[in-house]
């Protein structure tokens, strides 16, 4: 079955930087889209990003643009997402996702930013 696996999360200040991973299993995962989506407290979920099956093509939520990237690894069933230059706001717990409005996601990895 399906396994979306989220890691990298924790508590950092403002400025700073985190590495999130999301290790893939249970389907093809070379071959499909795959997604960054975080949820805040009180809010609904948000896309963050988005990247395409050979990894060469990204998108990002405007508020992320320029300060994280996405990537991944094929060979290891593996996406990342770099986040730099983290802000309060990005505080969420973040889900790899095989849709854009995260019904298909992980359990996800907390991210915390504050000072």
């Known amino acids: 079955q399906v396994q979306l696996v989220e890691s990298g999360g924790g508590l950092v200040q403002p400025g700073e930087s985190l590495r999130l991973a999301c290790a893939a299993s249970g389907f093809t995962f070379g071959s499909v889209w795959m997604y960054w989506v975080r949820q805040a407290p009180g809010k609904g979920l948000e896309w963050v990003s988005r990247?395409?099956?050979?990894?060469?093509?990204?998108y990002y939520t405007p508020s992320v643009k320029g300060r994280f990237t996405t990537s991944r690894d094929n060979a290891k069933n593996t996406m990342y997402l770099q986040m730099n230059s983290l802000k309060s706001e990005d505080t969420a717990l973040y889900y790899c996702a095989l849709d854009a409005a995260g019904l298909r996601r992980g359990q996800g990895t907390q991210v915390t930013v504050s000072s």
């Open positions: 990247i395409n099956s050979d990894g060469g093509t990204t």
